[in-house]
């Protein structure tokens, strides 16, 4: 049984920097899509970021380049999402999310087969 957990959402300013975890536990970390979704209230679940836990390639939604990073730590089977220069738009519940594949599918949410539970990022002006 796979298993996802979030951690290190909070409420921050405008401009201001978190971190979030996603620590994988079960199935075979190394042949995994791990992507970070958020979804804000009445709106529906969008793809932010995409690690390829094979070989760490990446790619971000053009509404987070230059501000969010995607990353790994292998040996720790934990992925990790880098939020600088936060905006209220970016107010959401992030989810980590698991696709067992040969590479990473698109970035929506029917193609990624398991979830944490969420974690919620709040930004203030």
């Known amino acids: 049984q796979v298993r996802l957990v979030e951690s290190g959402g909070g409420s921050v300013q405008v401009g201001g920097s978190l971190r979030l975890s996603c620590v994988v536990s079960?199935?075979?970390?190394?042949?995994?899509?791990m992507g970070w979704f958020r979804q804000a209230p009445g709106k529906e679940r969008e793809g932010v970021a995409l690690i390829y836990t094979l070989n760490g390639w990446t790619d971000r939604h053009v509404s987070v380049k230059g501000r969010f990073t995607i990353s790994q730590d292998y040996a720790k089977n934990t992925v990790y999402l880098q939020m600088d220069n936060l905006r209220p738009a970016d107010t959401a519940i992030y989810y980590c999310g698991a696709a067992p594949s040969g590479g990473c599918p698109a970035m929506i949410e029917s193609n990624f087969a398991y979830w944490g539970q969420g974690t919620q990022v709040t930004v203030s002006s």
């Open positions: 079960g199935g075979t970390y190394s042949r995994y899509c």
